[in-house]
């Protein structure tokens, strides 16, 4: 392989990083935070003027924590003296956001894979025109790279392991059955096999 053809290749992987990743983003976006929670929604801490103590009270604390281990953001009722008297509200606008990325990082997942295949399959036929064919079959490798790091937080530890496993003996199942072509081809040539 030449320059010319491994500077087209990288380019051709580099390019096609990029149209997945905008191609997902234009037809399938992102869910944005402020679509969930907006900076108007909290209250901001009161200034307490000096002097005066505010009163800490078991209920609400106990109202606080069991807000927080919800995965809850505490919105308080504040007295006159900017003391917090009691919670009016927990806000779950960040879980919300949360669960909508998780949904949306393994859809990504599987499209990312669907595409990987499809590349890698394309790539393996059409090896013989270079640079295309080794960079299509770059491109699915980083298009399995990108869906599972997407949704990497999604899995289990199991379930990494499984993934990066798989993915290990594809590569070395495709480029064993490459390079194991060429020894044929060479001998071939040679006219020591048939």
């Known amino acids: 392989m030449n320059i010319k053809n491994l500077v087209l290749g990288i380019g051709i992987v580099v390019v096609f990083a990029l149209v997945l990743w905008q191609g997902i983003e234009a037809f399938y976006p992102s869910p944005k935070y402020d679509d969930f929670c907006s900076v108007n929604r909290f209250d901001y801490p009161k ?21 927080y281990q919800d995965k809850g953001q505490p919105v308080y009722e504040y007295d006159d003296n900017g003391c917090q008297i009691s919670i ?9 956001y949360e669960s909508a990325r998780d949904a949306h990082s393994k859809i990504v997942f599987v499209i990312s ?8 399959i394309f790539g393996y036929a059409i090896l013989s025109i270079e640079p295309v064919g080794s ?3 770059g491109s699915g490798i980083w298009a399995i790279f990108y869906g599972t790091l997407i949704n990497w937080r999604n899995f289990t530890e199991i379930w990494r392991f499984l993934l990066l496993l798989i993915a290990l003996i594809l590569l070395i199942l495709i480029a064993y059955r490459l390079n194991s072509q060429k020894k044929k081809s060479f001998w071939q040539k040679i006219g020591l096999k048939k």
């Not at 894979?113 to 890698?120: D, G, W």
Request: a negative charge; proline letters at 2%; hydrophobic letters at 40%.
């Open 47 to 67: 200034i307490i003027p000096s002097g005066i103590q505010c009163a800490s009270s078991q209920q609400l604390q106990a109202q606080e924590q069991q807000c």
């Open 88 to 96: 009016k509200e927990c806000d779950y606008c960040n879980k919300e």
């Open 113 to 120: 894979i669907i595409v990987a295949f499809i590349a890698i």
């Open 135 to 137: 960079a299509l079959l």
